[in-house]
């Protein structure tokens, strides 16, 4: 959905750097989320945010962190990047008044060396 | 703890024929439950949702039904087409506030 994008879309580390993914949307929806995708896992929640002044952490926060700088931008970093990261990372959008349907960006894939 | 399965073979089947995809979840409640669909490299986009008190839910060439007592969903699409083939993922959502969890998926694949 091109109304939620997310850079870089690809992306090799090593070990140990620290490492930002963006996100960026411009369909005004309040809550967002990032999601890692692993073949034979799904899809898992790292961290939520219901406004700018609002994070949760999901099901696997540890290792990750996150900023939500604005209500159209959320940010995540991990601190120090080691190999099992290695996945597809997703950002999702979602409006309060319809929070069920959540629309997500095209995807970074990260590779941790 | 909770678990949501969906059947990890690919599903392969003829055009013009209706593919039947399941979903079956356990130590959950959902107040509703939605199918996504996923093309390779992209992001899952919305498809359909149901809700608990739902039993059934179409959308064009896609039907979705809702059983609570035996846990489970179907998603059907009727008179499937190669431009169908993807993997389809559930979620389950337990109220408005809350956050989905997602089930791994399965692939179609529909052949001329």
């Known amino acids: 959905d091109a109304d939620v994008t997310q850079t870089p879309r690809n992306r090799i580390t090593k070990t140990g750097k620290r490492i930002m993914l963006e996100c960026s949307q411009t369909k005004g929806h309040d809550r967002m989320y990032w999601y890692r995708q692993d073949p034979g896992l799904g899809l898992r929640l790292i961290y939520y945010?219901?406004?700018?002044?609002?994070?949760n952490k999901g099901e696997i926060s540890d290792g990750y962190s996150v900023s939500r700088q604005a209500q159209a931008k959320f940010s995540l970093s991990l601190e120090s990047a080691i190999p099992n990261q290695t996945a597809l990372y997703f950002c999702a959008t979602s409006d309060s008044l319809a929070a069920e349907t959540q629309y997500f960006g095209p995807g970074t894939r990260l590779l941790v060396l | 703890s909770q678990k949501i399965e969906q059947n990890s073979e690919a599903l392969n089947i003829q055009e013009g024929k209706t593919a039947t995809l399941t979903c079956n979840y356990t130590n959950y409640s959902p107040a509703y439950l939605q199918w996504y669909r996923q093309d390779p490299g992209r992001g899952p986009v919305f498809l359909l949702l149901i809700r608990e008190n739902e039993k059934e839910k179409r959308k064009e060439r896609l039907k979705v039904t809702f059983d609570t007592t035996l846990k489970q969903s179907l998603f059907h699409i009727t008179a499937s087409q190669p431009a169908d083939s993807a993997t389809y993922l559930c979620a389950l959502g337990a109220g408005t506030a809350s956050k989905l969890t997602f089930g791994t998926g399965t692939r179609l694949q529909v052949t001329l």
């Open positions: 945010s219901f406004d700018v002044k609002d994070i």
